[in-house]
Structures are given as structure tokens and as C-alpha cells.
């Protein structure tokens, strides 16, 4: 057993996301498991860019209302306790209502050996008319 000290909360990259969202870091996946697990806080109005998993994603919403949308899908509110499944390959966002603050625990697998760290890949970001499409 390790007791794994909490880490500085850290700012979600511009190029990354829009808005305000912090995250810490609970599970990095390191081998021989491969489960990553980031606990993401979004300020109203905050979102993801557009991104895909290679093996899919898990959120489970932890506090506040919150918005998720596949690519062509409808946009999804989403409250605590709701949990959502994005599987392999599938764009997607997720983010703030523009009236709320949100928070959940994002969990997703990483990949074995050399493709450490390529499991996510990021796109444009959302734009308001996206977001606002509800």
C-alpha cells in the first residue's frame, strides 16, 4: 500500500480548453495499470475542446450541472450523479452549464508501452454556437 500525497490542482491549458477548469490528478495510469482519473472543475460557461479516447471515457458528475454532446448528438445536461460513457474513438465535449459551476471525476484508460500518453486526441475547440445549441 502507498499513500499517494494530493498534487497541486492544475490549470486546464488554453489550447485546450474554454473558460475557467482546474483539475487534479487522482489515478496517472502507471504500469502495470493503465486507468487515468482526473478529478475536473469547470467555472459557468467552461468546456473541453472536441476530443476522442482510444478506449473510451467514463465521467461521473460530482457537484453542479453540466453539458456533454457527441459529435452530431444532442447536447446532454448532465447533473451529480449522472454518469456517462464515451466509448472508443468518439468525439466529443463536455463542460459547464453557462449559469452553473461543475465538477466530475473523468476516468479513461491509457495505452500499454510506446503510445504512453497518445490515448487522447484534441481538436477545434467548441464554438458558442455549439455550446449554445440546447
Not at 41 to 51: M, N
Not at 63 to 69: E, F, I, K, P, R
Amino acid at each position: 500500500m502507498e499513500l499517494l500525497p494530493k498534487t497541486p490542482s492544475t490549470r486546464g491549458p488554453a489550447e485546450l480548453f474554454t473558460g475557467d477548469v482546474h483539475f487534479d490528478v487522482i489515478a496517472k495510469g502507471e504500469a502495470p495499470s493503465q486507468l487515468r482519473v482526473n478529478l475536473v472543475r469547470f467555472a459557468p460557461g467552461a468546456r473541453t475542446a472536441w476530443h476522442r479516447h482510444a478506449n473510451g471515457q467514463t465521467l461521473h458528475v460530482t457537484d453542479g450541472v453540466g453539458l456533454v454532446q457527441s459529435r452530431g448528438g444532442e447536447v446532454i445536461v448532465m447533473k451529480p450523479g449522472d454518469t456517462v460513457y464515451t466509448p472508443p474513438g468518439e468525439w466529443h465535449w463536455h463542460g459547464a452549464t453557462d449559469q452553473d459551476f461543475m465538477c466530475h471525476l473523468a476516468m479513461w484508460e491509457g495505452l500499454a508501452g510506446d503510445q504512453d500518453g497518445q490515448e487522447t486526441e484534441w481538436a477545434a475547440h467548441v464554438t458558442d454556437a455549439e455550446y449554445g445549441a440546447r
